[in-house]
C-alpha cells in the first residue's frame, strides 16, 4: 500500500511539475492552510516542512518570513521540482539561501533531537496506510522539534468527513470519497494519544464554513456544469466567509498544534 501512495505522488509530480496542484487542486483550502500554520511560524526559527511536495508552500513561506526552513517529501519527484521552484524563485531575484529540500521518510526523519523551532505537516500523515504507521509519523516530528517548540499537524480528519455526508445524504447528494492515497485520521485517537503522552496541544478549526459552502452548498445550489472543479467564483465567496467565520467542525483539514 505504502509504496503504491508513493508511486501516485511521484506521479502527481511528474503531472503538474512546478504547478501547486501537485499537493492538491484546491487552492483556496491550501491558502487557508498556509495562512493558519503561518500564524506559528516567526523571524528567526528553524522550521521543518514535513512532507512539503514540490515546495510551493515552503517555498512561501521563506519568502514572507525570515526563517531557515528545510523541505523533505518521500516521493522523489516532488523533491526535483521543488529544486526547480527554488531555482526559478532565485532566478527572479527572491535569492532564498535559507531553503533546503532532501528526500526522506517522515517516519524516519534524517534529523537530530530537539532541532527545529516549528515542524508543520500538510496533508502528510494521512498519506501513511495505517494508524500505527501515523503514530510513527507524529512521534518522529515531536522528536525532531526543540523543547517548548512547536508542531502542527494539519492533516484530513476523519469525524468531519462523516459529517459533511450526513449532510449531504440529506438533500440526496452523492457522498464525497475518501481517496485510495488517504487514510483520515480520527480526532479521538490523536487526542488520546496526546492526552496519553501529557502534550499540550489545541485544536484549530480553519476550514468548517468553506467546506459546508463548497462541498455541500454549492451542490445545492447550482450544477456541476456552472461551477466545476475548485477554482471558481461561488468557492472564492465561501473562502472569503471563512476567512471571517469558521467552527462546527466539518471543515475536513484542521489543525492540531502540539507544544513539547
Known amino acids: 500500500m505504502s509504496n503504491f501512495i508513493k508511486e501516485f505522488w511521484n506521479n502527481q509530480a511528474l503531472k503538474f511539475k512546478g504547478n501547486p496542484t501537485a499537493s492538491w487542486g484546491d487552492y483556496f483550502a491550501l491558502d487557508l492552510e498556509h495562512k493558519n500554520i503561518s500564524e506559528y511560524i516567526k523571524d528567526g526559527d528553524i522550521v521543518l516542512d514535513a ?8 517555498i512561501k513561506h521563506a519568502t514572507e518570513k525570515n526563517i531557515n526552513i528545510t523541505g523533505i517529501d518521500y516521493a522523489e519527484s516532488m523533491i526535483d521540482y521543488a529544486n526547480e521552484n527554488l531555482e526559478i524563485s ?34 502528510v500523515l494521512i498519506n501513511l496506510p495505517t494508524w500505527e504507521e501515523q503514530k510513527k509519523g507524529i512521534f518522529e516530528c515531536l522528536r ?28 440526496n447528494l452523492s457522498p464525497l470519497e475518501e481517496h485510495d492515497f488517504n487514510r483520515y485520521i480520527k480526532k479521538y485517537k490523536i487526542e488520546k494519544l496526546f492526552n496519553d503522552n501529557n502534550l499540550e496541544h489545541k485544536n484549530v478549526d480553519f476550514s468548517s464554513m468553506y467546506y459546508i459552502g463548497s462541498r455541500v452548498l454549492r451542490d445545492i445550489f447550482t450544477t456541476p456544469s456552472d ?34
Open 51 to 58: 512532507g512539503c511536495a514540490n515546495g510551493f508552500a515552503t
Open 90 to 123: 532565485n532566478l527572479k531575484n527572491i535569492n532564498l539561501k535559507n531553503i533546503n529540500f532532501k528526500v526522506n521518510d517522515i517516519t524516519k526523519l534524517e534529523f537530530p533531537d530537539n532541532y527545529f523551532d516549528v515542524v508543520y505537516t500538510t496533508r
Open 144 to 171: 525532531v522539534v526543540k523543547k517548548g517548540g512547536t508542531v502542527v499537524f494539519s492533516e484530513g480528519f476523519f469525524e468531519p468527513f462523516m459529517k459533511l455526508n450526513v449532510i449531504r445524504n440529506n438533500f
Open 227 to 260: 461551477y466545476e472543479g475548485y477554482s471558481n467564483p461561488i468557492n472564492e465567496d465561501f473562502y472569503n466567509l471563512e476567512l471571517k467565520y469558521s467552527g462546527s467542525d466539518v471543515g475536513i483539514q484542521q489543525l492540531y498544534v502540539v507544544k513539547k
